[in-house]
């Protein structure tokens, strides 16, 4: 039904052939077309390339899945981590204390503890270069990059160093293209999250935890005349109420919107609901936690709900019940439709999700199905509508010359340069994806030098040394024929003087690259 569908759509847009239709798509579901790619897709069928993108499962990805061996990253699970970031923590402390004593400050400088955690972070990033460029199942690398950014922890924060892994690889990944609902709840019980918007500190008001057995809480010990300097600087440390930034996150961005309807008042309760969720310390594999005895057990009511002594029950009663609202599809929707069809989300594709969302109960297959479907994706104001970000940029551009990623941080460098470093937004909001947050002079030269930088590497072009002939390629291969008059001078007159056909292959393609065409999508 859903193939009928679309192949009707598609019999009402003359304005794009198969190959037009095949970059579109390429350039919204995938970061872009690697070299034939798009000739393939549309000897394959357009919309039926769609629907495999759709249930990546059934699609081999085996390149990646060896590349993927190369990341040690993966190799660790949360407890690994978190073992390794205790013991840096504390080696940390203990120079830290020695250059205060000593006066020397090089001996913290020269043994940098964590350093490995810096590395470990760039290849996080290089990893999710390599998946977006190499990976077979495209789209499901969009939207995991979609809902990272929906879902914004900020890598720099703290025990979020080693909680991100985790977080993206067991509760994003997994969950890209299931219901929202279970979406939702698994970032809310995410250690990450907890940490990251201090949820996990939210206690009820005058609430203790119950004292250890054998504590000298309860009985002094022989010769211990003064607690311990670490238990006392815990205890001092220890949250004395309650901390309202996930649900004020929760509501605004994760679900209902900034419109949403919702009060400072339910921010409170919200709050309320979530206290007791936490984390477990690094010696217990700093997992997810309810401590019952920091839950307010109080009556609460929100949105005309009543919460009463429900324990952690009450948290997911709530998110079940906000991924179920009028308001959250829209705004959800209104955020994806922005991502896959314009900057500013025509009502039609919003519609169109939020119907899909209502009929599926938040499945996010049958939701993006919807917006692949929509009259208003296949658009003519659609197609290269929109202005890539620096990392869909510099995917894309990987891709297009069919260059082969590797396992440094060399290319997530890049990204972060062009001023998207990956995971390391502070803000909830996440990056921005509107082409008001990235197009500036300065941002368009830099990608001219990154641009100049990868058509180094270009394999997907042969060099040609009739100028003309070269630039009518780059133009077939890398922009489906939709390059300007004007960059197609221009390039040609900086070949001019240029004799080696290599070397005008690298910079006529990073001239094609770097210029307004190729940031579009």
């Not at 759709?54 to 949360?78: A, Q």
């Not at 057995?213 to 211990?224: E, I, P, V």
């Not at 929760?250 to 984390?279: C, K, M, N, P």
Request: aromatic share 8%; glycine share 6%.
């Amino acid at each position: 039904m859903h193939l009928v569908l679309v192949l009707v759509l598609a019999a009402q847009l003359p304005t794009l052939t198969p190959r037009d239709s095949a970059f579109h798509a390429l350039n919204r579901l995938a970061y872009g077309a690697r070299p034939g790619e798009a000739d393939s897709v549309a000897r394959f069928g357009v919309m039926r390339w769609i629907e495999r993108q759709l249930d990546p499962d059934h699609v081999s990805d085996d390149h990646l899945r060896d590349r993927e061996r190369e990341f040690k990253i993966l190799d660790y699970n949360r407890a690994d981590l978190a073992g390794r970031y205790r013991d840096a923590t504390r080696e940390r402390q203990r120079l830290q204390r020695e250059a205060a004593a000593s006066g020397d400050s090089t001996r913290m400088r020269n043994a940098r503890p964590m350093q490995e955690f810096r590395e470990l972070g760039g290849e996080l990033q290089q990893l999710a270069i390599v998946r977006a460029a190499l990976s077979e199942r495209q789209l499901r690398e969009v939207i995991v990059d979609f809902w990272t950014n929906h879902f914004n922890v900020f890598v720099g924060k703290g025990a979020d160093r080693f909680l991100l892994p985790s977080y993206i690889e067991q509760t994003i990944r997994p969950r890209a293209l299931g219901r929202f609902e279970d979406l939702l709840i698994a970032t809310a019980e995410s250690p990450a999250m907890l940490f990251y918007l201090d949820n996990a500190q939210s206690v009820a008001p005058r609430s203790a935890p119950p004292p250890p057995r054998g504590s000298f809480f309860l009985r002094r010990r022989f010769g211990m005349n003064e607690m311990p300097d670490e238990r006392r600087q815990r205890l001092q440390r220890r949250p004395t109420g309650i901390n309202e930034n996930y649900a004020r996150e929760l509501l605004e961005l994760h679900t209902l919107g900034v419109d949403g309807g919702y009060t400072q008042q339910d921010i409170i309760e919200v709050a309320r609901i979530f206290t007791g969720w936490s984390i477990e310390p690094p010696e217990r594999g700093s997992g997810f936690v309810f401590r019952d005895w920091a839950h307010d057990r109080g009556e609460k009511h929100v949105f005309g709900l009543t919460f009463n002594d429900d324990g952690k029950d009450e948290g997911i009663r709530l998110l079940k019940f906000l991924a179920s609202q009028h308001a959250t599809m829209h705004h959800v929707s209104a955020k994806l439709c922005a991502r896959f069809v314009a900057d500013e989300p025509p009502d039609g594709c919003i519609d169109a999700a939020v119907a899909a969302w209502q009929k599926t109960r938040g499945d996010i297959r049958a939701v993006l199905r919807a917006i692949f479907t929509s009259p208003e994706f296949w658009s003519a104001q659609a197609v290269r509508s929109k202005v890539k970000t620096p990392f869909e940029f510099v995917v894309s551009a990987v891709r297009a010359t069919g260059v082969e990623p590797d396992d440094t941080p060399r290319l997530a460098q890049l990204v972060a340069r062009l001023g998207e470093p990956l995971y390391q937004q502070p803000a909830p909001t996440g990056y921005g994806e509107t082409e008001a947050h990235w197009v500036n002079s300065g941002a368009l030269l830099a990608r001219m030098n990154a641009a100049m930088g990868i058509a180094k590497d270009c394999a997907s072009i042969p060099a040609n040394e009739d100028h003309a002939q070269l630039v009518d390629m780059i133009d077939q291969q890398l922009l489906a024929g939709t390059m300007s008059t004007h960059t197609k001078s221009v390039i040609l007159e900086q070949l001019t003087d240029v004799s080696d056909p290599v070397q005008a292959r690298a910079l006529a393609v990073g001239l094609a690259l770097g210029g307004p065409d190729f940031q579009k999508q």
